[in-house]
Nanobody, 125 residues
């Protein structure tokens, strides 16, 4: 069983920045793609960003492209989401997740097997 723990959420003013972290248990972190998703009240969970096992391939939702950066440190079993130029519409619970298949990536919720508990990000206007 893999456990994922997010941290770094909080309240920030529009235009500000936050850095989310996701730490995974186990010894196989470095052979699985990872992703960030978010869910706002009354809305479905949506894809934010993903990164492949080695960290050299990333994908972003159009809504965050150019403002968010996903990265990972395999030596520390940790993934990051650097969020800049935050907007009120970025307000949501942010979840990290691990893909189902070895060395794979995905931009859909169905492609992920393990999920963290989520961390709240609130952007005030």
């Amino acid at each position: 069983q893999v456990q994922l723990v997010e941290s770094g959420g909080g309240l920030v003013q529009a235009g500000g920045s936050l850095r989310l972290s996701c730490t995974a248990s186990g010894r196989t972190f470095n052979i699985y793609g990872m992703g960030w998703f978010r869910q706002a009240p009354g809305k479905e969970r949506e894809f934010v960003a993903s990164i492949n096992w080695s960290g050299d391939t990333t994908f972003y939702a159009d809504s965050v492209k150019g403002r968010f950066t996903i990265s990972r440190d395999n030596a520390k079993n940790t993934m990051f989401l650097q969020m800049s130029s935050l907007k009120p519409e970025d307000t949501a619970v942010y979840y990290c997740a691990r893909v189902r298949g070895l060395y794979s990536t995905s931009t859909t919720t169905s492609g992920y097997e393990y999920w963290g508990q989520g961390t709240q990000v609130t952007v005030s206007s």
